[in-house]
């Protein structure tokens, strides 16, 4: 599902699943949409868009959630000038302790905030006729979800039984990212319907486990790699390739997506501060993964049929599956 409506999941691509064009860090309680500028933001997103389309990408999921800056109009636009397919999300992001939730993400259950998110899939955003394409939910990386993000992720799987949208949750370390999963596995989906996203804040093995188990591992931080080693910090290059590579030779690649999570024209600074370009993975990482062995088809895995079959609507529904021992797995 596009900003322009529904394509055949053919049709999609080459897609980077984890871009931003615009946000704003206000705050859900005070932001005001009517002082963005988007004239502004529009003339520095363009040219950046044209060079991904020259890098061969045809789909752009912009995960900027409800109350960051969410800007559909601008995404139509945007789409609209390039012909690239945009998609963005229904949701709401709670990481960050809440401060981009809304008043009534508090005082509403699971079932009503899933109501409002479903509305927006069949009626579109406010009154723009424009349909999300996915579920951007956020949760604090903390060993334990709280309760109010065991709501997001409820009203997610909720929204995703109803819609066939992918869940994309903000998430980071394993310990939230298998709650969820036990979560929505107990409520009778597949975890196919949830992708892992900033998988980067885990290691190999807390992969394996949730890829085996059916989910979308997300290592989507590739637009703030350098290109030297800094000793297993998150933005380490090799420690990416060294990830990927891992989920190749346990022959889970079908479950890997890799983004950038680039752009960031961001309001309230000048000129919208420094934007990021979406070009690592084609001039970084693809030449290193090369030299591991990867071929076209691998790289086709990747960035065409992998978020082809993630984000093609479907309602995944799955067995009750059994919950891992975080401490197997955990160092
Ligand atoms: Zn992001």
Redesign the pocket.
Known sequence: MTVNGPIQPSEMGSTLV?E?VFLDWTGAERMNSRLWKNEDAFKVILPHLKKCQALGIKTFMD?TPNFIGRNPLLLKRLADSTGLQFMTNTGYYGAVNNKYLPAIAFKASARHLSRIWIREFRKGIGKTGIRPGFIKIGVNGDSTLSPMHEKLIRAAALTHLKTGLTIVA?TGPYAPARQQVNIITEMGLHPSAWVWTHAQGGNSAEHEDLARRGAWISLDGLGWVHPIDHNGDSTDLKKYVRQIVFLKQKGLLQHLLISH?AGWFTHGMPGGGKFMPFSNIFELVIPLLKKEGFSQEDFDQLLVKNPQGAFTLSVRKGRKGKPTSLTNLTR
């Open positions: 984890h931003h995960c903000h999570d």
